[in-house]
């Protein structure tokens, strides 16, 4: 996936979920000023956004809106290793794996792919024909790392149950069922669930396993401009 009209800032601060403080550089006049910005992640991301770090937004092209960028971007610092470029735009995993499927992963590449279908009281990211294969597929995307680690939540997170659970329902219903965890950057070497913020979401995800839904993970290439899922990284459970 690619972006448009991305330049970089500086993070001052972050007065609610939605926006957030941002120094940007005019490319013209090189005039500073300090913009309010959209955040495109409505979690609490603290380990990323810290006073003075480097981040990334996209230009709107929409007039009308009230904030002219999005914060999509950022540059995590590491203490004894190269900085590592996250992007945090919570609403692109989807369409990264919508590429991705396309691509024939997965599926074949004659497989019929649908997008935010309902079955019974549920609405899910994917619905995949393949032949004799009916999957459902949900993904979460992923901006907390630790030591290497991927880890989800970064905060609770009722709404991931409940998903996790309608999975294991389709399960029951012939259907099979996948959770694709893409990790929004890469030096990942492996993920588990963040117990120690939402143990309940690491348990409905075992019992999911479990019950046969597949949880896969991977890693994305990532550039101030875009990202791509790269490579299957490793899933811990224990």
Known sequence: ?????????TFLCRPNRFIAKVLVQ??????????????KNTGRCKELLISGCTVFLSVSDNPLRKTKYN???VIKEREG?????INMDSQIPNDVVAEWLQKGNLFSKDATIRREVTYHNSRFDFYIEDGSTKAFLEVKGVTLEKNGIAMFPDA???RGIKHIEEL?????????AYIVFVIQMKDITSFCPNDATHAA???ALRIAKNAGVQILAFDCIVTEDSI???KQVNVNLT
Do not use: Q, R, W
Not at 1 to 9: A, L, T, V
Not at 26 to 39: P, R
């Open 26 to 39: 005019e490319s013209n006049s090189g005039v500073t000023t300090e913009e309010t910005v959209h955040v």
């Open 71 to 73: 914060l999509i971007g």
């Open 1 to 9: 996936m690619k972006y448009k009209n991305i330049i970089p800032g």
């Open 81 to 85: 290793k190269l900085p590592l470029m």
């Open 156 to 158: 609770p997170t009722e």
């Open 201 to 203: 979401f690491g348990n």
């Open 228 to 230: 791509v899922l790269d």
């Open 168 to 176: 294991i329902a389709c399960t029951k219903d012939g259907y099979d």
